[in-house]
């Protein structure tokens, strides 16, 4: 009977609630009622005064290769804290695809890092976007990463320079190929 269940530590299971609540808190608007015009995403990255070093990982792709972080110095990149249980994840997963075909060939780099999830559960929820991502999506299966860069809730997107250090955070979904966060991230691009 228990073949398919699946047992996680109980630690793993409050950060999993705390994080499903913090989500869905942050989408009630006041008085505790979602507004239709609450929907529509701010799309803005806001800036870390402090831009610290970010915290490396190494975690597991799709596809069994081991993504490390610190690796992809020299470029921007993206990572995007995410589950499929979380709708503003599921909802700006698309717009993560086509920022990352709008920037094809720039020193820019996305990394979806999928919080307690299976391969399987990510595979049935990327079969039913018009466009698979192309990106890599990797597996914080113990949420060790997630601890790590202190994430409260999801979607948290983390915006690094060359360098690997956290330029701009969104905490929340995003459009992420809305021209204004577009713009910010080619001056992050061009910059030496």
Same mark, same amino acid.
Not at 4 to 28: D, E, N, R, T
Not at 117 to 128: K, N
């Given at each position: 009977?228990k073949?398919?269940l699946?047992?996680?530590?109980?630690? $793993?299971?409050?950060?999993? +609630?705390?994080?499903?609540? %913090?989500?869905?808190l942050s989408?009630v608007?006041?008085?505790?009622?979602?507004? +239709?015009?609450?929907?529509?995403?701010?799309?803005?990255?806001?800036?870390?005064?402090?831009?610290?070093?970010?915290?490396?990982?190494?975690?597991?792709?799709?596809?069994?290769?081991?993504?490390?972080?610190?690796?992809? &110095?020299?470029? $921007?990149?993206? %990572?995007?804290?995410?589950?499929?249980?979380?709708?503003?994840?599921?909802?700006?997963?698309?717009?993560?695809?086509?920022?990352?075909?709008?920037?094809?060939? +720039?020193?820019?780099?996305?990394?979806?890092?999928?919080?307690?999830?299976?391969?399987?559960?990510?595979? +049935?929820?990327?079969?039913?976007?018009?466009?698979?991502p192309?990106?890599?999506? $990797?597996?914080?299966?113990?949420? &060790? %990463?997630?601890?790590?860069?202190?994430?409260?809730?999801?979607?948290?997107?983390?915006?690094?320079?060359?360098?690997? &250090?956290?330029?701009?955070?969104?905490?929340?979904? &995003?459009?992420?190929?809305?021209?204004?966060?577009?713009?910010?991230?080619?001056?992050l691009?061009?910059?030496?």
């Amino acid at each position: 009977m228990k073949q398919g269940l699946k047992i996680f530590s109980v630690p $793993v299971l409050m950060q999993i +609630a705390s994080l499903i609540l %913090v989500s869905i808190l942050s989408h009630v608007g006041s008085f505790g009622i979602a507004h +239709a015009e609450d929907n529509a995403p701010p799309q803005l990255l806001f800036e870390v005064q402090t831009r610290p070093l970010a915290p490396d990982f190494l975690l597991e792709d799709m596809g069994g290769k081991k993504r490390q972080l610190s690796a992809l &110095r020299g470029k $921007v990149v993206l %990572v995007n804290f995410w589950a499929t249980w979380c709708p503003p994840c599921r909802r700006e997963m698309p717009s993560l695809e086509g920022l990352n075909q709008a920037l094809k060939g +720039a020193d820019f780099e996305i990394l979806a890092v999928n919080v307690g999830e299976d391969a399987d559960t990510i595979d +049935a929820f990327t079969s039913t976007l018009d466009t698979v991502p192309a990106f890599p999506i $990797v597996f914080d299966r113990d949420s &060790r %990463v997630l601890k790590a860069w202190s994430v409260m809730g999801l979607p948290t997107t983390y915006i690094l320079d060359k360098s690997g &250090r956290i330029i701009y955070r969104a905490v929340g979904g &995003r459009e992420f190929d809305d021209p204004s966060i577009l713009k910010q991230i080619r001056s992050l691009i061009a910059a030496p």
